[in-house]
């Protein structure tokens, strides 16, 4: 059974930077490809970035390309999410999510298979 734990959810002033982690764990990964996604309140979950796992392809929504960067330890078995100018709409719960098929769907949100429980993420003003 797949388990997704992110940590690294804090409150940060604007234009901060903060690093999110997913540890993974229950199975090989190598076929994956492993998301980002946020949800703010009252909003609908939104595509951050996304990562296949065997060959470390990189895909963004618009609204934080330039700004965040994915990345993964294979060794770790660890998704990275580093987040920088962090701005106040930035402000979300934070979930990483993973799917088997690793060649698709890199931001639908029902692509998607196993999801972590998420880590908040405030950005003062």
């Known amino acids: 059974q797949v388990q997704l734990v992110e940590s690294g959810g804090r409150l940060v002033q604007a234009g901060g930077s903060l690093r999110l982690s997913c540890a993974a764990s229950g199975r090989s990964f190598s076929s994956y490809k492993m998301g980002w996604f946020r949800q703010a309140p009252g909003k609908e979950r939104e595509f951050v970035a996304a990562?296949?796992?065997?060959?470390?392809?990189?895909y963004y929504g618009d609204s934080v390309k330039g700004r965040f960067a994915i990345s993964r330890n294979i060794a770790k078995n660890t998704v990275y999410l580093q987040m920088n100018s962090l701005k106040p709409e930035d402000t979300a719960v934070y979930y990483c999510?993973?799917?088997?098929?690793?060649?698709?769907?890199?931001?639908?949100?029902?692509?998607?298979?196993?999801w972590g429980q998420g880590t908040q993420v405030t950005v003062s003003s």
């Open positions: 999510a993973a799917d088997p098929i690793g060649y698709s769907g890199y931001s639908i949100r029902s692509s998607y298979t196993d």
């Open positions: 990562i296949t796992w065997s060959g470390g392809s990189q």
